[in-house]
């Protein structure tokens, strides 16, 4: 094999693992928080397992584990485990944040499947 033949394979070679990884190359950095979603669109328009965010307050406890959430614009049960709430106590006057997703069934309004439960602070 003559040198420019070994030079001309070589350079192709490189530019070709050099594209090939460039491909694969992902950004890394923290991600956006995601917006907050009103219960009224989830009301009007439901999707099985949508992740989503809510602000508002935990009106009343209606069972184990079922809560009645509202935020301004509609109320929908949330359904929290016990260890999903934060260390400190949560009433109807607390403003929290739920993170979870969307549960929707055929014979019954959606649901919120709550992940984390976050007691918000004023100011």
Same mark, same amino acid.
């Given at each position: 094999m003559s040198t420019l033949t070994r030079f001309v394979t070589g350079a192709a070679l490189a530019v070709a693992?050099?594209?090939?990884?460039?491909?694969?190359?992902?950004?890394?950095?923290?991600?956006?928080?995601?917006?907050?979603?009103?219960?009224?669109?989830? $009301?009007?328009?439901?999707? *099985? &397992?949508?992740?989503? /965010?809510?602000?508002?307050? $935990?009106?009343?406890?209606? *069972? &184990?584990?079922?809560? /009645?959430?509202?935020?301004g614009t509609g109320e929908i049960i949330a359904e929290i485990d016990d260890d999903e709430f934060p260390d400190v106590p949560v009433n109807e006057a607390t403003p929290v944040e739920l993170r979870g997703e969307v549960d929707t069934g055929r014979n019954r309004a959606p649901e919120i499947d709550v992940e984390s439960v976050r007691a918000l602070t004023a100011g």
């Open positions: 693992t050099s594209l090939s990884l460039s491909v694969h190359a992902q950004y890394s950095g923290p991600a956006g928080e995601p917006p907050v979603t009103q219960v009224q669109s989830i $009301l009007q328009a439901p999707q *099985d &397992d949508q992740d989503v /965010v809510l602000r508002g307050h $935990l009106l009343r406890k209606l *069972d &184990d584990e079922k809560y /009645v959430f509202s935020d």
